[in-house]
């Protein structure tokens, strides 16, 4: 594998060297992974004399603000997007997944190349760099340094890429995570000289005490269904008005219901005025949720994916909760 990435990394940095201005997108309704990924692709380009955009149409979430003090992180507008050359996508592998970048794009066309570890990529990008056996996005920009030069990769750079593999793998727990993670997370914390706790308390440990009144009245909508194998919880926008939060504080709450004894999926639904957002997670290997997801115009990875419903949540609820029995009847039979 690590040959495969060398192969891969060493094309890509070929390609972006040509370039003097490059800009780089996170994925709409961005998360840990793809804003430490953008984040060290920007430090990467900057040190190799090339003027670097971030862009994503979405603000980045409360947690991970510290991390666009490293590098600042814009909407897209005309302007910059046309001083761009050419375009890398992260930690999503769909068009669709970036915003405006898919509008902007149909009507100036410019080489675009892809960075994700999501499946069933779309092949209409210049060029791809797809491992679905990737705990992360930012496992594999690792190699972006690794490949040119590792000394390029500060503290800065060490601890974008740090977070995005923590919050990607649920704290280095779920079984995307290899010997190939655990060795470049401690290679990051070597190269970046700080500790895990650094990064791990500015993205888990600064909730607030109304986001703890609303995980509350969410705990108190967990119900099991299936013969208690998969579990529901739910988020109104009444609730966040009660407890004047947002959804950002949302952020970790599907983990609870997951964590219910012999449970082997479950879902947060959000019911917060457009419809209804779901994340869905499984822990069982017979359980995969990018299928559960796609079956109703969602999708992600096999143990963790995401979805919308039009409502309303009673309905919603019920429709998702029959298409993971028809997957656990199924596995019933295997």
Request: include cysteine.
């Amino acid at each position: 594998m690590a040959f495969q990435y060398a192969y891969m990394f060493n094309e890509l940095i070929q390609k972006l060297k040509q370039y003097d201005t490059v800009g780089v997108f996170s994925h709409i309704r961005p998360d840990g992974d793809c804003i430490g990924a953008q984040v060290a692709t920007c430090l990467w380009l900057q040190e190799n004399d090339i003027r670097a955009f971030a862009f994503n149409d979405d603000d980045v979430p409360l947690n991970l603000k510290w991390l666009a003090d490293y590098y600042p992180i814009r909407q897209p507008d005309e302007k910059s997007l046309q001083k761009c050359d050419a375009f890398v996508l992260l930690d999503g592998n769909s068009p669709k997944r970036f915003g405006s970048y898919s509008d902007y794009i149909q009507d100036d066309p410019k080489p675009t190349y892809m960075v994700d570890h999501h499946p069933d990529p779309y092949d209409g990008f210049d060029f791809s760099i797809s491992v679905e056996e990737a705990s992360s996005t930012c496992e594999l920009i690792f190699h972006l340094f690794l490949q040119n030069d590792i000394s390029q990769l500060n503290e800065d750079a060490a601890k974008a890429l740090y977070t995005g593999i923590l919050t990607d793998t649920g704290s280095l727990q779920y079984d995307s995570v290899t010997p190939e993670t655990m060795s470049i997370a401690s290679e990051l914390l070597r190269i970046g000289g700080f500790r895990p706790n650094e990064v791990a308390e500015r993205v888990f440990s600064n909730k607030s005490l109304n986001q703890l009144h609303l995980l509350s009245k969410a705990m108190g909508t967990i119900e099991l269904y299936e013969d208690n194998q998969i579990a529901v919880m739910y988020v109104t926008k009444e609730m966040l008005e009660e407890t004047n939060t947002t959804n950002d504080d949302c952020e970790g709450f599907v983990g609870y219901p997951l964590s219910v004894t012999g449970i082997k999926a479950a879902i947060l639904f959000k019911a917060l005025g457009d419809g209804v957002k779901m994340s869905l997670r499984s822990k069982s290997n017979d359980v995969n949720v990018n299928k559960w997801a796609r079956k109703i115009g969602g999708g992600g990875h096999k143990k963790a994916s995401g979805a919308w419903h039009p409502g309303p949540l009673e309905e919603t609820i019920k429709e998702v909760v029959e298409i993971g029995a028809e997957q656990l009847v199924s596995v019933d039979k295997s």
